[in-house]
């Protein structure tokens, strides 16, 4: 079982709806990271959280430490937030980065 | 302020040989960390170097080294190539070791053949 699960895996919308991707994991962290990628490569980072909620335009991200949990909300969605987004842990027990296999979101006009 | 560079951008070798591959931080930036994303295993953690010093390894073979210079620029060197070997490799810089705000360069993109 991967320390970092992500859901959905591909998400489909039409733009203007509220996407909602999710993260879990089951090691202890001193920060969790959500990135975003888009084809060619290139990796942004969005959040990097260790407790509570952040908010950057459209964007939030919210964790839950003891649930080992974090949300990534995006709110009215556009075709250009279609890229794959990924969640990152950093480990409290070795002071590795842990990354989750990635969501697909593509955002239909 | 530039953003982090990686060269070359595109790189094909054939198995066996070796290949030398380069990062230069955000100016100010100390802290380098080197990630190889495939499709089959995504990202993963290769090294972090701080002030010269490899801080942390990833679980990766010998064949993988790195090492960072006095001006935090860095370099990651992959001996005897196998096919496995071909990914995209990322590099990210940070004002100080993680857990901090990283942020990428445009990645390498490796091929063997």
């Known amino acids: 079982k991967n320390e970092v699960e992500q859901s959905p895996q591909n998400l489909t919308a039409q733009e203007g709806e509220f996407i909602t991707i999710n993260c879990s994991y089951s090691?202890?962290?001193?920060?969790l990271h959500w990135l975003q990628q888009h084809p060619g490569g290139g990796i942004v980072s969005l959040f990097m959280?260790?407790?509570g909620k952040k908010k950057h335009g459209r964007l939030i991200a919210t964790i839950n430490i003891q649930e080992k949990h974090s949300s990534l909300h995006i709110t009215a969605s556009h075709p250009r937030d279609s890229a794959v987004y990924i969640c990152?842990?950093?480990?409290?027990?070795?002071?590795?980065?842990?990354f989750g296999k990635g969501t697909r979101l593509h955002i239909l006009p | 302020k530039a953003g982090v560079t990686q060269t070359p951008r595109y790189l094909i070798k054939t198995r066996g040989q070796q290949v030398t591959l380069s990062c230069s931080p955000i100016?100010?930036?100390?802290?380098v960390s080197w990630y190889q994303q495939t499709p089959g295993q995504g990202l993963q953690f290769l090294f972090e170097?701080?002030?010269?010093?490899?801080?942390n390894k990833g679980n990766f073979p010998g064949r993988f080294s790195g090492r960072q210079f006095s001006n935090s620029r860095s370099e990651m060197n992959v001996s005897t190539l196998e096919l496995g070997d071909s990914a995209l490799y990322l590099c990210?810089?940070?004002?100080?070791?993680?857990?901090?705000?990283?942020?990428f360069g445009p990645g390498t993109r490796l091929t063997v053949t």
């Open positions: 959280l260790s407790s």
């Open positions: 100016s100010g930036h100390r802290s």
């Open positions: 990210a810089s940070s004002l100080v070791v993680a857990p901090y705000e990283q942020y």
């Open positions: 090691v202890g962290i001193s920060a």
């Open positions: 990152a842990v950093h480990s409290n027990r070795d002071d590795k980065i842990i």
């Open positions: 170097y701080f002030s010269e010093t490899q801080r």
